[in-house]
């Protein structure tokens, strides 16, 4: 980042006086310089730093246009740019987001400093949800690698490069719990359970912001709260969640974002019980800043405040500006005539108090100077190269892919491969050779010709000649396109002339001629992610019929899954060798899947949801409550078993770990006091290999009925050949402590607690511990 102090803005230089306002003094604390600048401040220009706007291009339009022939959405986004520098000029925005060339952002910027009456710098914001030009796994693998410190090493590298180019602040991590696979966004969270995302969004917002130096951006957790919960897995659906699932289920990640220190939180678009969460102030107000603590800014996504007119919450736009920042929302992200544009008028009509104006407006500003801005305000061009290319940030990113796998399935130790005794290895699937799937969706600035793919990875460890690649069967295209695909020149699919008889014909004799096939099935990026819930978790295409005529041939098969969600695979987990989960991998994805195929690493990474046997099980959770008749639990369903197909938790290793003498430090507590419970754990094979600890508990009566088990710490741990290491985790309020709707309070029971640390959800709860009111003995 450039040194050079930004030049004083137009009206400063034309002040005879030459005095230095108070806000630029760097010395000076934060709050003196935000009081400062806010009494400076006009009504119009407090609006515009709660005001965010898109900025798609460069403002100028290609030479001899004849704009008003073209359709008027068409003209209307070519007419945006200019009409956001426009704003800008005149001090009416605060933030900009979906720039990513450097010089763009520098320009923009000298706008705002050099060419507004008080020279307050932007906010750049940005989609940095699991890398920049360095694509690391999606964030659904990052949680599967149950690996919090490797989490905030790989969100650290997406800062450096993001910041790199000029960008400020991330619209990450997203923390909401999914609990239905059927919802597209499932792949950019962490899963089903609030314990492990809780220790996933620290992690991410420890790696993001750091100490928010120059190579550090602001976290920006979303979407508070309850959008993992929309009806049906609809995105954008409404939800209704009851009190005691939301504090329990889906704050947790929420109050871990805010304690890890995050400097912003964005709201989400659906109504939550019946309010619209962008403007619910029980929800921005009372519980994020009142129990929560949280003292950042609020931003809406993306045109949320003028949706609450849309949804029948908001009269006009006025109305949903005003009672959006009432509610506590301190910024409006809006692609074009922004409701907050109006809060000037509503000042001075006396609908809204400027105090409450100025409140989010300090907000705003407080982050800006916290993160240097007004005295490092411009990238550094010259730096961005080396940053966006830095080999350090493909070997995290292959790290971290390698870390995220889970072996689902190990029949008679198909997995590794070894590459000394293979001879033709089939690879079958349009997935294994496509460059931009395996980056997974939500990412705008990447580079596919670096990527590598599955097919890739296998042939430069085997070589070309014993890798024989047939792309089979097409891969159903999305009924409803889209809307992300039209900004993505690097999207690929299915030609319309495929072959699909002809393809699948040629990928089981490639099968049948190999020595082993590993077939490469899934879902494409644009298959997952916003705007891309499904009504069904089968394979896409006839994916699942190839799949049965390979399996058919004879020839071992090793299965890996690209998805960023449980896939209906009854039938393929019942002929297949091996299964490997693989998600989206990221920019070094296809060395990441071949390393481990091939023994160079152990998987250990761990699923983070309950895997369905099919959609129409869900939601399921292994979290559940006992209810009536809990020795039916497994027989709900009169034609099949309503269990998983493979449980929260569960993942295989080429080792074998040996679980033995779990013990509590004491056999009773009282209420508030922390017991430890500890278990060894011996490698008793004959390679190192990872191993993912994982304690849970079950209440046994209390003031509330509480689920089955419940994860309440874990840890990922690297033990050589006969190794041996204790591992101990504490029990207390922390653990025990819950949200009764009996009590409608936080509330720790004096009952009697199973204990069991394990490898998966379905380990045993042998240790038990009695906690007794408290003070007593």
């Not at 109050?255 to 969460?277: E, F, T």
């Not at 695909?485 to 049948?512: C, L, M, Q, Y």
């Not at 040996?658 to 004959?686: C, H, K, P, Q, W």
């Amino acid at each position: 980042m450039t040194s050079t102090p930004p030049a004083a803005p137009a009206s400063e230089r034309q002040d005879n006086r030459m005095t230095t306002p108070p806000y630029r003094d760097a010395e000076a604390p934060v709050s003196a310089r935000v009081d400062d600048l806010l009494a400076r401040m006009t009504l119009e220009e407090k609006a515009g730093q709660l005001t965010q706007y898109f900025h798609f291009g460069t403002a100028e339009l290609p030479a001899g246009l004849d704009i008003d022939a073209l359709p008027p959405e068409h003209r209307a986004f070519l007419e945006q740019p200019a009409a956001v520098e426009a704003a800008l000029e005149q001090g009416k925005v605060g933030s900009v987001l979906f720039v990513t060339d450097v010089n763009l952002t520098t320009r923009l910027q000298r706008i705002a400093v050099e060419e507004t009456r008080l020279g307050i710098p932007l906010l750049f914001g940005f989609d940095v949800i699991h890398g920049f030009r360095t694509v690391l796994p999606a964030p659904i693998a990052l949680a599967a690698s149950w690996n919090p410190d490797l989490i905030e090493q790989a969100q650290t590298v997406a800062a450096r490069e993001a910041r790199a180019v000029g960008i400020h602040w991330t619209f990450a991590p997203m923390i909401d719990i999914a609990r239905d696979p059927r919802w597209g966004r499932i792949v950019e969270g962490a899963g089903e359970d609030p314990v492990l995302g809780a220790a996933v969004a620290a992690a991410q917002v420890r790696g993001f912001q750091g100490d928010l130096g120059h190579d550090r951006l602001l976290a920006g957790p979303k979407h508070l709260a309850g959008y993992g919960a929309a009806r049906g897995g609809r995105d954008y659906d409404d939800a209704e969640v009851s009190d005691s699932e939301l504090r329990n289920v889906y704050l947790p990640p929420f109050r871990a974002a805010v304690d890890a220190g995050a400097a912003n939180v964005m709201s989400a678009y659906m109504d939550l019980n019946g309010v619209p969460a962008s403007a619910n102030q029980w929800l921005l107000t009372e519980i994020l800043r009142d129990e929560m603590g949280f003292e950042g800014f609020v931003v809406s996504d993306a045109n949320a405040v003028r949706s609450l007119e849309t949804q029948h919450f908001a009269k006009d736009p006025t109305d949903a500006a005003v009672r959006a920042l009432e509610a506590g929302l301190d910024m409006e992200m809006a692609i074009s005539d922004a409701a907050f544009s109006r809060l000037p008028s509503a000042v001075a009509e006396g609908i809204v108090d400027e105090s409450v104006l100025d409140t989010a407006v300090r907000r705003v500003l407080e982050a800006k100077f916290r993160l240097g801005l007004f005295e490092r305000p411009y990238a550094d061009a010259s730096t961005v190269n080396d940053v966006l290319d830095a080999i350090e940030h493909r070997e995290v990113a292959q790290t971290a892919a390698e870390q995220s796998f889970v072996l689902l399935k190990n029949a008679d130790r198909a997995l590794p491969l070894s590459a000394e005794h293979l001879g033709t290895v089939a690879v079958v699937g349009q997935l294994a050779d496509s460059r931009r799937d395996l980056l997974g969706p939500w990412v705008f600035d990447h580079d596919t010709a670096e990527t590598v793919t599955i097919l890739d990875g296998l042939r430069s460890r085997l070589g070309d000649d014993a890798v024989v690649y047939a792309p089979g069967a097409g891969i159903l295209e999305r009924k409803f396109p889209s809307a992300f695909d039209r900004a993505d020149p690097t999207i690929v699919s299915t030609p319309d002339d495929w072959d699909d008889d002809g393809e699948i014909e040629r990928a089981v004799a490639a099968a049948v001629a190999a020595d082993i096939a590993v077939v490469v099935v899934g879902q494409r990026q644009n298959q997952a992610g916003e705007k891309a819930s499904t009504s069904t978790l089968n394979l896409p295409g006839r994916q699942q019929e190839q799949l049965e005529r390979i399996t058919a041939t004879g020839t071992p098969v090793v299965l890996v899954v690209v998805s960023g969600r449980p896939l209906d695979l009854r039938r393929s987990s019942e002929h297949v060798s091996a299964i490997l989960q693989a998600w989206y991998p990221g920019t070094r994805g296809g060395d990441a899947v071949a390393a481990v195929l091939l023994g160079e690493t152990s998987p250990a990474g761990r699923l983070p949801f309950t895997w369905p046997r099919h959609v129409g099980q869900v939601p399921l959770i292994y979290s559940h409550l006992r209810t009536f008749e809990p020795q039916e639990q497994s027989i709900r369903y009169f034609e099949e078993e309503s269990t998983p197909l493979f449980p929260f938790g569960h993942g295989l290793s080429y080792a074998e770990f040996e679980y033995s003498g779990l013990r509590v430090d004491r056999d009773t507590m009282s209420v508030g006091d922390t017991a430890v419970v500890s278990v060894d754990i011996r490698n008793t094979s004959d390679r190192t290999a990872d191993e993912v600890a994982q304690l849970y508990v079950h209440q046994r009566h209390g003031a509330s009925s509480r689920p089955v088990r419940e994860l309440k710490g874990f840890q990922r741990l690297t033990l050589g050949p006969g190794e041996q290491r204790t591992v101990s985790f504490p029990v207390g309020p922390e653990q025990l402590r819950y949200w009764s709707a009996a009590t409608r309070s936080e509330t720790q029971d004096a009952t009697t607690v199973d204990v069991g640390i394990g490898p998966s959800s379905t380990t045993a709860l042998d240790a038990v511990l009695t906690v007794t009111p408290a003070h007593a003995r």
